[in-house]
């Protein structure tokens, strides 16, 4: 599986949404304007991957961006607008985040979903941030 995290202007980016519309990929935008720390952050994630009420925190978002069986789709598209912005007021969380992003969220969707969870299957799991 071909996952990668991108940068890309905001034309790329609407040709990769418009080419995404009308399959069963989910497209997920947080706008980095409005997102300044780590509870901007979880907030506007819970939302816009409409996860399930609970504590929200980096460990229960690691938990759920690996499973988003909810969601019903055959692939993700994570997009982060206005990425200059992004948790500007939180660096340290920002890095974090951008870490787990790399190191663990694209590889689970890329393979590990295959060996660690019964039943799992690898699917297009691409993040795109955008200015």
Same mark, same amino acid.
């Given at each position: 599986?071909?996952?990668?995290?991108?940068?890309?202007?905001?034309?790329?980016?609407?040709?990769? $949404?418009? $080419?995404?519309? %009308?399959?069963?990929?989910?497209? %997920?935008?947080?706008?980095?304007?409005?997102?300044?720390?780590?509870?901007?952050?979880?907030?506007?994630?819970?939302?816009?991957?409409?996860?399930?009420?609970?504590?929200?925190?980096?460990? $229960?978002?690691?938990?759920?961006?690996?499973?988003?069986?909810?969601? %019903?789709?055959?692939?993700?598209?994570?997009?982060i607008l206005?990425?200059?912005?992004?948790?500007?007021?939180?660096?340290?969380?920002?890095?974090?985040?951008?870490?787990?992003?790399?190191?663990?969220?694209?590889?689970?969707?890329?393979?590990?979903?295959?060996?660690?969870?019964?039943?799992?299957?690898a699917q297009?799991?691409?993040?795109?941030?955008?200015?």
């Open positions: 599986m071909d996952n990668q995290i991108r940068h890309v202007t905001r034309q790329e980016y609407e040709k990769i $949404a418009a $080419a995404a519309k %009308g399959t069963s990929t989910f497209v %997920g935008e947080l706008d980095g304007k409005d997102i300044h720390n780590r509870t901007d952050f979880l907030d506007a994630v819970w939302t816009v991957f409409r996860f399930p009420d609970g504590p929200k925190n980096l460990d $229960a978002y690691n938990d759920w961006i690996c499973d988003l069986t909810w969601l %019903g789709a055959e692939g993700y598209i994570f997009t206005n990425f200059k912005s992004f948790m500007d007021q939180d660096p340290i969380n920002r890095r974090k985040i951008l870490t787990t992003l790399e190191n663990t969220i694209i590889p689970w969707w890329s393979e590990d979903v295959e060996k660690y969870q019964v039943e799992g299957k297009p799991f691409n993040v795109y941030f955008v200015d």
